[in-house]
Protein backbone atom coordinates (compact mmCIF):
# COMPACT_ATOMS: atom_id res chain seq x y z
CA UNK A 1 0.00 0.00 0.00
CA UNK A 2 1.33 3.68 -0.52
CA UNK A 3 3.39 5.07 2.35
CA UNK A 4 3.86 8.74 3.23
CA UNK A 5 6.94 9.30 5.57
CA UNK A 6 7.40 12.55 6.84
CA UNK A 7 10.90 13.45 8.63
CA UNK A 8 10.84 15.95 11.16
CA UNK A 9 13.33 18.36 12.56
CA UNK A 10 12.38 20.14 15.46
CA UNK A 11 13.09 23.80 16.21
CA UNK A 12 15.71 25.23 18.36
CA UNK A 13 14.65 25.45 22.16
CA UNK A 14 11.68 22.68 21.44
CA UNK A 15 11.78 20.28 24.05
CA UNK A 16 10.98 16.80 22.55
CA UNK A 17 8.12 15.81 25.86
CA UNK A 18 6.38 19.17 24.67
CA UNK A 19 6.32 17.92 20.69
CA UNK A 20 5.29 14.23 21.77
CA UNK A 21 2.24 15.54 24.15
CA UNK A 22 1.53 17.65 20.66
CA UNK A 23 1.30 14.73 18.97
CA UNK A 24 -0.54 12.38 20.86
CA UNK A 25 -3.43 15.16 21.60
CA UNK A 26 -3.64 16.67 17.93
CA UNK A 27 -1.81 14.23 15.61
CA UNK A 28 -3.18 10.62 16.85
CA UNK A 29 -6.86 11.62 17.27
CA UNK A 30 -7.18 13.00 13.83
CA UNK A 31 -5.81 10.87 11.35
CA UNK A 32 -7.35 7.77 13.77
CA UNK A 33 -10.59 8.91 12.66
CA UNK A 34 -9.12 9.06 9.07
CA UNK A 35 -10.59 6.13 6.65
CA UNK A 36 -8.37 5.79 4.02
CA UNK A 37 -5.16 5.41 7.08
CA UNK A 38 -4.63 2.30 7.66
CA UNK A 39 -1.72 2.50 9.88
CA UNK A 40 0.31 5.66 11.39
CA UNK A 41 2.96 5.59 14.11
CA UNK A 42 5.23 8.98 14.65
CA UNK A 43 8.74 7.20 15.39
CA UNK A 44 11.46 9.00 17.82
CA UNK A 45 14.48 9.26 15.93
CA UNK A 46 18.66 8.83 17.74
CA UNK A 47 20.24 11.38 15.78
CA UNK A 48 23.24 9.40 16.11
CA UNK A 49 24.18 7.52 12.57
CA UNK A 50 25.66 3.97 12.97
CA UNK A 51 29.00 5.75 11.94
CA UNK A 52 28.71 8.73 14.76
CA UNK A 53 27.83 11.41 12.11
CA UNK A 54 24.51 13.52 13.35
CA UNK A 55 21.01 13.43 11.55
CA UNK A 56 19.08 16.78 11.33
CA UNK A 57 15.89 14.67 12.00
CA UNK A 58 13.78 14.53 15.31
CA UNK A 59 10.87 12.43 14.30
CA UNK A 60 9.79 10.05 11.78
CA UNK A 61 6.21 9.29 10.61
CA UNK A 62 4.82 6.70 9.26
CA UNK A 63 1.46 7.46 7.40
CA UNK A 64 0.05 3.80 5.38
CA UNK A 65 -3.26 4.52 3.30
CA UNK A 66 -5.39 3.28 0.82
CA UNK A 67 -4.80 5.67 -1.53
CA UNK A 68 -3.17 9.06 -1.95
CA UNK A 69 -5.91 11.21 -3.66
CA UNK A 70 -8.86 10.24 -1.36
CA UNK A 71 -6.55 10.74 2.11
CA UNK A 72 -5.07 14.43 1.04
CA UNK A 73 -9.37 14.96 0.47
CA UNK A 74 -9.60 13.32 3.91
CA UNK A 75 -7.22 15.58 5.52
CA UNK A 76 -8.92 18.98 4.17
CA UNK A 77 -12.17 17.67 5.24
CA UNK A 78 -10.66 17.10 8.63
CA UNK A 79 -11.62 20.16 11.08
CA UNK A 80 -9.22 18.55 13.52
CA UNK A 81 -6.61 18.12 11.18
CA UNK A 82 -7.13 21.71 10.38
CA UNK A 83 -6.15 22.81 14.14
CA UNK A 84 -3.28 20.27 13.38
CA UNK A 85 -1.82 22.27 10.71
CA UNK A 86 -2.24 25.48 12.54
CA UNK A 87 -0.28 24.65 15.40
CA UNK A 88 2.72 22.36 13.72
CA UNK A 89 4.82 24.98 12.37
CA UNK A 90 5.52 26.16 16.14
CA UNK A 91 7.31 22.76 16.58
CA UNK A 92 8.63 22.36 13.51
CA UNK A 93 12.39 23.62 11.77
CA UNK A 94 12.31 21.34 8.65
CA UNK A 95 10.91 18.74 7.50
CA UNK A 96 11.27 16.21 4.45
CA UNK A 97 7.89 14.47 2.96
CA UNK A 98 7.39 11.62 0.52
CA UNK A 99 5.52 8.72 -0.60
CA UNK A 100 7.24 5.11 -0.84
CA UNK A 101 5.67 1.71 -1.77
CA UNK A 102 6.57 -1.62 -0.60
CA UNK A 103 8.64 -4.05 -2.33
CA UNK A 104 7.78 -6.93 -1.84
CA UNK A 105 9.29 -10.52 -0.45
CA UNK A 106 9.22 -13.16 -2.75
CA UNK A 107 6.37 -15.42 -1.31
CA UNK A 108 7.81 -18.54 0.98
CA UNK A 109 5.14 -20.79 0.03
CA UNK A 110 5.99 -21.24 -3.54
CA UNK A 111 3.46 -20.90 -6.25
CA UNK A 112 0.53 -22.91 -6.10
CA UNK A 113 1.05 -24.77 -9.63
CA UNK A 114 3.50 -26.31 -7.23
CA UNK A 115 0.84 -28.46 -5.69
CA UNK A 116 -1.74 -29.71 -8.29
CA UNK A 117 -4.50 -31.25 -6.89
CA UNK A 118 -4.22 -30.29 -2.88
CA UNK A 119 -7.42 -27.77 -2.88
CA UNK A 120 -10.75 -29.71 -4.09
CA UNK A 121 -14.35 -29.30 -3.86
CA UNK A 122 -16.69 -31.79 -2.35
CA UNK A 123 -19.42 -31.08 -4.90
CA UNK A 124 -16.84 -31.98 -7.61
CA UNK A 125 -16.31 -35.90 -5.44
CA UNK A 126 -18.79 -37.96 -6.28
CA UNK A 127 -20.97 -39.66 -4.20
CA UNK A 128 -20.19 -43.06 -2.92
CA UNK A 129 -22.68 -45.89 -3.62
CA UNK A 130 -22.02 -48.14 -1.25
CA UNK A 131 -24.33 -47.15 1.61
CA UNK A 132 -27.69 -46.44 -0.35
CA UNK A 133 -29.73 -43.61 1.51
CA UNK A 134 -27.05 -41.79 3.18
CA UNK A 135 -25.59 -39.13 0.50
CA UNK A 136 -21.86 -39.51 1.10
CA UNK A 137 -18.51 -38.42 -0.57
CA UNK A 138 -15.25 -39.32 0.60
CA UNK A 139 -11.61 -37.81 0.33
CA UNK A 140 -8.86 -40.30 1.29
CA UNK A 141 -5.28 -39.14 2.42
CA UNK A 142 -2.24 -41.50 3.09
CA UNK A 143 -2.74 -41.09 6.80
CA UNK A 144 -6.39 -39.91 6.74
CA UNK A 145 -10.16 -40.18 5.26
CA UNK A 146 -12.32 -37.71 5.47
CA UNK A 147 -16.15 -38.15 4.90
CA UNK A 148 -18.44 -35.31 4.18
CA UNK A 149 -21.98 -36.99 5.26
CA UNK A 150 -25.62 -35.88 4.97
CA UNK A 151 -27.99 -37.65 6.70
CA UNK A 152 -31.87 -37.31 6.51
CA UNK A 153 -34.25 -37.48 9.37
CA UNK A 154 -35.34 -40.85 10.17
CA UNK A 155 -32.20 -42.12 8.73
CA UNK A 156 -29.55 -43.64 10.92
CA UNK A 157 -26.49 -45.21 11.25
CA UNK A 158 -25.99 -48.64 12.08
CA UNK A 159 -24.37 -49.06 15.32
CA UNK A 160 -20.61 -49.86 14.87
CA UNK A 161 -16.83 -50.07 15.96
CA UNK A 162 -13.11 -49.79 14.04
CA UNK A 163 -9.49 -49.40 15.61
CA UNK A 164 -9.35 -46.01 14.01
CA UNK A 165 -10.10 -42.69 16.63
CA UNK A 166 -13.12 -40.90 14.57
CA UNK A 167 -13.53 -36.97 14.52
CA UNK A 168 -17.10 -35.81 13.82
CA UNK A 169 -17.27 -31.79 13.05
CA UNK A 170 -21.08 -30.76 12.32
CA UNK A 171 -21.93 -28.75 10.13
CA UNK A 172 -25.57 -28.14 9.58
CA UNK A 173 -28.84 -29.43 11.62
CA UNK A 174 -28.84 -31.44 14.75
CA UNK A 175 -27.28 -35.21 15.32
CA UNK A 176 -28.05 -37.62 17.90
CA UNK A 177 -25.02 -39.59 18.27
CA UNK A 178 -24.58 -42.84 21.14
CA UNK A 179 -20.85 -43.43 21.43
CA UNK A 180 -20.67 -46.40 24.37
CA UNK A 181 -23.60 -46.19 27.00
CA UNK A 182 -23.94 -42.45 26.58
CA UNK A 183 -26.23 -40.10 24.16
CA UNK A 184 -26.26 -36.42 23.00
CA UNK A 185 -27.20 -34.40 20.40
CA UNK A 186 -24.82 -32.32 18.58
CA UNK A 187 -25.54 -29.16 16.40
CA UNK A 188 -23.18 -26.60 13.66
CA UNK A 189 -20.26 -25.70 15.42
CA UNK A 190 -19.61 -28.82 17.67
CA UNK A 191 -17.34 -31.78 17.78
CA UNK A 192 -16.58 -34.70 18.65
CA UNK A 193 -13.74 -37.17 19.34
CA UNK A 194 -15.06 -40.88 19.64
CA UNK A 195 -12.60 -42.94 20.76
CA UNK A 196 -11.03 -45.89 18.87
CA UNK A 197 -12.56 -49.15 19.41
CA UNK A 198 -15.75 -47.71 21.05
CA UNK A 199 -19.34 -48.24 19.50
CA UNK A 200 -21.51 -45.72 18.41
CA UNK A 201 -24.19 -44.62 16.03
CA UNK A 202 -26.46 -42.08 14.70
CA UNK A 203 -29.49 -40.61 13.99
CA UNK A 204 -30.35 -36.71 12.07
CA UNK A 205 -32.93 -35.34 14.13
CA UNK A 206 -34.80 -32.54 13.76
CA UNK A 207 -36.90 -31.22 10.85
CA UNK A 208 -33.90 -31.36 8.22
CA UNK A 209 -30.55 -32.81 7.45
CA UNK A 210 -27.36 -33.29 9.51
CA UNK A 211 -24.53 -32.39 7.40
CA UNK A 212 -21.35 -33.45 8.87
CA UNK A 213 -17.90 -34.16 8.16
CA UNK A 214 -16.23 -37.27 9.60
CA UNK A 215 -12.70 -37.59 10.33
CA UNK A 216 -10.92 -41.46 10.20
CA UNK A 217 -7.54 -41.61 11.22
CA UNK A 218 -7.09 -44.17 8.12
CA UNK A 219 -6.05 -43.30 4.57
CA UNK A 220 -4.47 -45.12 1.79
CA UNK A 221 -2.18 -47.43 2.72
Not at 32 to 46: F, G, N, S
Not at 57 to 86: H, M
Not at 194 to 214: N, R, S
Request: proline content about 10%.
Amino acid sequence: MPTRFVLVGLRPGVERASYEAFIRDYDYPCLRELPTIVHYRTHRIDPTTVRGGLLPYDYIEQIVVTDPGAYWRDLDASPCFAEFRRRNPQFLAHRLDFWAETVAPTSSFGDASDAPGVVQRWDEIPEDATRPGIPLRVLKGRAMTAMLVTLHPGVTVTPQRHPEEQLIHMLSGRLRLRIGTQACDIGPGNVVVIPAQTPHAGEAVGDGPATYLEVLAQGRL
